[in-house]
């Protein structure tokens, strides 16, 4: 039986993956300080014997002391929210240097293979408007977290760049855009757009897909998670459309296209 150790286990998108490792008969131990994860998004969990939760940060002395034998690690103890990312920054860059390295020590110590998530290309692309300062702290920590798996030789790496993933679970005002349209098309409110980036846009279910590929394979990456670009007004229109409510105002001079670009070509290619 493998043994899958998912730090962020508590967060949207860990808790996401436990319960999707559970299901196909794994044995999870998801780690997690709750900065961003909630003890709730795994409390269906806690009756499963192979489910475990550790309430400690990856960062901490003894994190990972005491695991049976490791066979696979998913890290993504980075927050996938850019408020969260902005609001506790120290922490965040910690994370993604002395927690990824952490990780890796655990994954050369078991020879498990371990995936570590990043972003869309912390070297490219920029930001519009207002969470441009939100967006530096999560790139950076991305970028940090992708050079230290450059340079560790001692575990089977793997790495995922996560795009905007959305989904049952992500909270309204996370600072994701997909985390303001869909809770103001479901609640039948107008939603206001001051800006029209091309984003890509990736659903919950196909992330988590792609993420038990990723575990499965022996790929070093980076791939690429994500759908194909599309203007945010767009998206927007077609989650009132399927929520049957809501309204959509724009005051946008135009689709901001300077974003960066998913290589979905590499990612069909490497899984499938």
């Known amino acids: 039986m493998n043994h899958i150790v998912v730090t962020g286990g508590a967060g949207f998108l860990g808790s996401h993956l436990c319960r999707r490792l559970l299901g196909r008969g794994d044995r999870v131990t998801a780690i997690d300080n709750f900065s961003t994860g909630r003890a709730a998004a795994v409390a269906d969990l806690a009756d499963d014997p192979r489910?475990?939760?550790?309430?400690?940060?990856?960062?901490?002395?003894?994190?990972?002391?005491?695991?049976?034998?490791?066979?696979?690690?998913?890290?993504?103890?980075?927050?996938?929210?850019?408020?969260?990312?902005?609001?506790?920054?120290?922490?965040?860059?910690?994370?993604?240097?002395?927690?990824?390295?952490?990780?890796?020590?655990?994954?050369?110590?078991?020879?498990?293979?371990?995936?570590?998530?990043?972003?869309?290309d912390p070297g490219t692309g920029s930001v519009a408007g207002h969470r441009a300062t939100e967006f530096d702290v999560q790139r950076a920590g991305h970028y940090l977290i992708e050079t230290a798996a450059y340079h560790d030789r001692r575990a089977d790496i793997g790495i995922i760049r996560l795009f905007e993933v959305y989904g049952p679970g992500l909270l309204p005002g996370d600072g994701r855009a997909t985390a303001a349209v869909c809770p103001a098309a479901l609640r039948a409110q107008t939603l206001y757009l001051t800006d029209n980036p091309t984003q890509s846009f990736v659903?919950?279910?196909?992330?988590?897909?792609?993420?038990?590929?990723?575990?499965?394979?022996?790929?070093?990456?980076?791939?690429?998670?994500?759908?194909?670009?599309?203007?945010?007004?767009?998206?927007?229109?077609?989650?009132?459309?399927?929520?049957?409510?809501?309204?959509?105002?724009?005051?946008?001079?135009?689709?901001?296209?300077?974003?960066?670009?998913?290589?979905?070509?590499?990612?069909?290619?490497?899984?499938?």
Not at 60 to 73: E, K, Y
Not at 86 to 105: K, Y
Not at 255 to 262: E, F, I, L, Q, S
């Open 203 to 272: 659903y919950i279910t196909d992330t988590v897909d792609a993420l038990v590929k990723m575990l499965d394979a022996d790929t070093l990456g980076p791939i690429d998670i994500a759908g194909p670009a599309l203007p945010l007004s767009e998206f927007a229109g077609t989650a009132i459309t399927l929520a049957g409510t809501g309204w959509l105002e724009s005051t946008s001079p135009g689709v901001v296209t300077d974003t960066v670009v998913p290589n979905l070509t590499r990612t069909r290619t490497s899984l499938g």
């Open 51 to 120: 489910f475990t939760l550790r309430s400690t940060d990856a960062t901490a002395f003894g994190a990972f002391a005491g695991l049976d034998q490791v066979t696979h690690i998913a890290h993504l103890a980075h927050p996938g929210s850019p408020v969260a990312a902005a609001r506790n920054s120290a922490a965040v860059l910690r994370a993604a240097c002395t927690g990824t390295l952490a990780a890796l020590d655990l994954a050369a110590a078991h020879n498990a293979r371990i995936v570590l998530a990043s972003g869309p």
